[in-house]
């Protein structure tokens, strides 16, 4: 079938807000030991602070309105609706630049960088420099659908994306951008279907692209904890040793969210389809501790902003869908087979406050790395919180490609 594209307008129904107001009024608080703030998850007394505001001062029909300033389609890919937004950019020859949101993100995280590569004579750049941005809600969040069957890892997604460009928007050749599993789907992405692909930028590598155990530690009687499985036992070269214990220190100290998503996720959405204080608390503290501003995190991200992120899992009701991505990724996994290597031209942001940092011998194991900036400066969310030099980077890595 081919891809048909249509524009769409969000317009959530208004009895879909009442009952989310009449929600977020009746609802039951826990106890906390006193002064646990943010130790033990989510600070009760700001979750409190935020539904004050959520109720009183948010307005999510000012928020919709503002997001319908941006041009919004939807696609159907095989009976599969994805949402997206397609800015076409203003010089003289504009690059199809696809960028991909992570979890528990949704496309309001690009929104800032989002005019920086579309007009960039209007941000200090060169219009030659432009992009022609396409940013999806990636298949199973928000206003993108989810195929009803087992199986659909992040692997599937790009054969999908991959027809949105090239047959529903017409790009014979495009670039693609990731960070968190939108960084994950660079890796299938760049090794099925490299022949669209002019270059793939990423500024989140995680550990799940392949086996790096030496052959000695390939003993069934070793026991590995979850999410090492790929992990030498003792790396001996100590840049690998910082990267895997930073791996190991995440899996510790942020993993559980990650264990239940992968193992258990059906329990968990309905919790979250029932209770929007419960879906905001759960979101929200990983934007709190994954930023690194802690405390200061509503300095990057605005109350507005981060309730508008929840809206967009809640008003579509698709937490569930989103986080169907952990368990069947886990459970029909994708790796690289042993020694191959991405070879389409990449480019690697590496940011220091990312979960894992990147170390850049390992992105070169993997990817045809071309360009590559270590910053001094950022994390998880430098698409957001390092907008302007994220822009820069990707002008200056797709320019010899054009």
Not at 107 to 127: K, Y
Not at 165 to 179: A, D, K
Not at 285 to 310: C, H, P, Q
Request: charged share 25%; aromatic share 14%; proline share 8%.
């Amino acid at each position: 079938m081919p891809v048909a594209v249509e524009p769409l307008s969000i317009n959530i129904s208004q009895e879909i807000l009442d009952d989310l107001r009449d929600r977020l009024r009746r609802t039951r608080w826990p106890g906390e030991v006193p002064g646990s703030g943010w130790n033990r998850g989510v600070d009760l007394n700001y979750m409190k602070e935020l539904v004050e505001y959520w109720l009183d001062e948010y307005d999510w029909r000012e928020q919709e309105a503002r997001l319908n300033e941006l041009p919004h389609f939807r696609a159907d890919i095989d009976g599969l609706g994805v949402h997206f937004i397609h800015v076409k950019g203003n010089g003289p020859d504009p690059l199809p630049l696809f960028m991909m949101h992570g979890y528990p993100w949704s496309f309001v995280l690009l929104l800032r960088i989002l005019p920086m590569l579309t007009d960039p004579a209007a941000h200090g750049g060169n219009p030659e420099d432009a992009f022609s941005v396409v940013i999806p809600s990636i298949i199973g969040f928000g206003l993108s659908d989810y195929p009803a069957e087992e199986g659909f890892g992040f692997q599937h997604h790009p054969a999908r994306y991959d027809r949105l460009m090239t047959e529903g928007l017409g790009y014979s050749r495009y670039g693609i951008e990731g960070g968190d599993w939108g960084g994950f789907l660079t890796a299938p992405w760049g090794y099925h279907h490299p022949d669209n692909l002019i270059g793939i930028h990423l500024n989140c590598l995680f550990p799940r692209l392949g086996d790096e155990r030496e052959p000695e530690d390939k003993d069934p009687d070793i026991l590995r904890g979850l999410g090492m499985k790929w992990a030498p036992v003792k790396p001996k070269d100590p840049d690998m040793l910082r990267y895997w214990k930073n791996v190991e220190k995440y899996w510790i100290d942020e993993g559980a969210y990650c264990h239940q998503q992968m193992t258990r996720p059906q329990t968990l959405a309905v919790g979250m389809a029932d209770s929007p204080v419960g879906l905001a608390a759960w979101i929200i503290e990983k934007w709190r501790a994954w930023s690194g501003w802690y405390d200061d995190f509503e300095k990057l991200f605005s109350r507005d902003m981060l309730i508008t992120n929840v809206m967009l899992y809640w008003v579509t009701n698709s937490f569930w869908s989103a986080i169907r991505l952990y368990s069947e990724s886990y459970y029909h996994p994708w790796e690289l087979p042993v020694g191959a290597r991405i070879e389409v031209p990449a480019a690697v942001a590496a940011y220091p406050h990312e979960l894992a940092p990147i170390v850049r011998k390992r992105a070169e194991r993997y990817y045809n790395v071309v360009h590559y900036n270590d910053y001094p400066e950022g994390g998880h969310f430098a698409v957001h919180e390092r907008a302007d030099e994220m822009a820069a980077d990707l002008r200056e890595f797709f320019r010899p490609l054009r």
